[in-house]
């Protein structure tokens, strides 16, 4: 029987255990902590990785979200639309930005329902936030179109989507900016919290600038309130060495997922995400590979009895389902969803066997 955590945070070290050994020593040597060389020369390769004018170290997606939504000029009681269907954090940045998220179904693909998400623009919208959940990035053309016919703004939570195109444009190009996670068991981790923010938008990026870093400008005057939340420069050489081979990442996820779609497409008892060619206006990364399943709480212990780790996301959990967050919707198609949905092991630490080996115990469940 093999041993398939769900993530591996210990081989995931293992692996590159040289390199970040050999950047630790090169970054303390220096001692270049805060803001430094490290930092600066991440966000550019990450700009032009994503394709954007500004990128931004912070200290984490959440902090990012939060700072894009005040740099818009959200104001105090603004609405923001978004899929119930993600992290807590998306809707905790606008709150604490001074708006009021409004948590809305979410569609067949999973992802931010645009015919939901207009049926829930008001007198009071004033953005909206797409997730490109899954390392997938929703219909574009709808939710531009939403934000373009009703003025709102638009920021993106991109949070689990580095890499991940619509129609050949990335995640993180579109809106006024979106934010990346760099958590350890992201697309790109570091060995802590980190995150980014994008932006094609100069005023932006500048207030951005100032709110991760005390409201402080490069000639050392204070602009404004801030608050600190700065990319901590030994995780952006971290970050930067392995964005240098990021695309050899993807590929491995893009080829599990193959084998999962490849393996698993003819069981009826599973629904599964879209294959890595499955339509060419996507080009998914795979940030987790999420299925919706029949009898799911019994397929997850014959998994775990195999020696299989599964996760459910948030606790199995919408964001409109934490009853201290004081929502009152229903929204059906989000909350079935939780009942049915699991997510497999996907991620670099794993081999294309470890991916069969999963599969092959999947089919064994359904009797296939
Ligand atoms: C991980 C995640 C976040 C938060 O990222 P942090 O860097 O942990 O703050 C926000 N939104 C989504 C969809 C996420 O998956």
Request: aromatic share 8%; charged share 25%; glycine share 10%.
């Amino acid at each position: 029987m093999r041993e398939i955590p769900f993530f591996n945070y210990r081989k995931a070290f293992a692996d590159q255990q040289d390199a970040f050994t050999t950047i630790f020593h090169d970054v303390l040597g220096r001692g270049a902590y805060i803001l430094q060389r490290d930092m600066v020369d991440f966000e550019r390769h990450l700009g032009a990785y994503v394709g954007v004018t500004h990128a931004l170290g912070v200290g984490n997606a959440t902090d990012g979200l939060h700072f894009l939504w005040r740099a818009a000029g959200l104001r105090p009681g603004d609405e923001v639309i978004l899929p119930s269907h993600t992290m807590v954090a998306t809707a905790a940045a606008i709150h604490f930005a001074g708006g009021v998220p409004v948590p809305v179904d979410c569609g067949p693909d999973h992802l931010l329902d645009p015919a939901a998400a207009e049926a829930a623009v008001g007198p009071r919208t004033r953005g909206i936030c797409p997730v490109q959940l899954n390392g997938r990035v929703c219909d574009m053309d709808a939710v531009e179109r939403i934000a373009r016919t009703h003025d709102l703004i638009l920021i993106e939570d991109s949070a689990q989507a580095l890499g991940a195109k619509w129609k050949d444009r990335q995640a993180g190009s579109f809106g006024r900016g979106g934010a990346f996670s760099f958590y350890p068991a992201k697309l790109l981790g570091c060995l802590g919290d980190g995150g980014a923010v994008t932006t094609n938008d100069a005023a932006v990026a500048r207030e951005v600038y100032l709110l991760r870093d005390h409201g402080r400008t490069p000639e050392g005057d204070v602009a404004g309130w801030g608050l600190n939340s700065r990319l901590d420069n030994l995780q952006a050489a971290f970050l930067d060495a392995q964005l240098a081979d990021y695309g050899a990442i993807i590929a491995t996820r893009r080829r599990l997922a193959g084998i999962y779609d490849e393996m698993l497409g003819d069981v009826a008892e599973v629904m599964l995400p879209p294959g890595p060619d499955a339509d060419p206006d996507h080009f998914d990364v795979y940030q987790n590979y999420e299925l919706e399943a029949d009898r799911r709480d019994e397929l997850r212990a014959h998994l775990k009895a195999h020696g299989v780790g599964t996760h459910i996301q948030w606790g199995g959990k919408a964001v409109h389902q934490f009853a201290a967050l004081g929502f009152a919707v229903r929204l059906p198609n989000t909350e079935r969803f939780f009942t049915r949905a699991l997510m497999l092991p996907l991620n670099t630490t794993l081999s294309d066997d470890d991916a069969r080996y999963v599969a092959e115990a999947i089919r064994g469940f359904y009797g296939r």
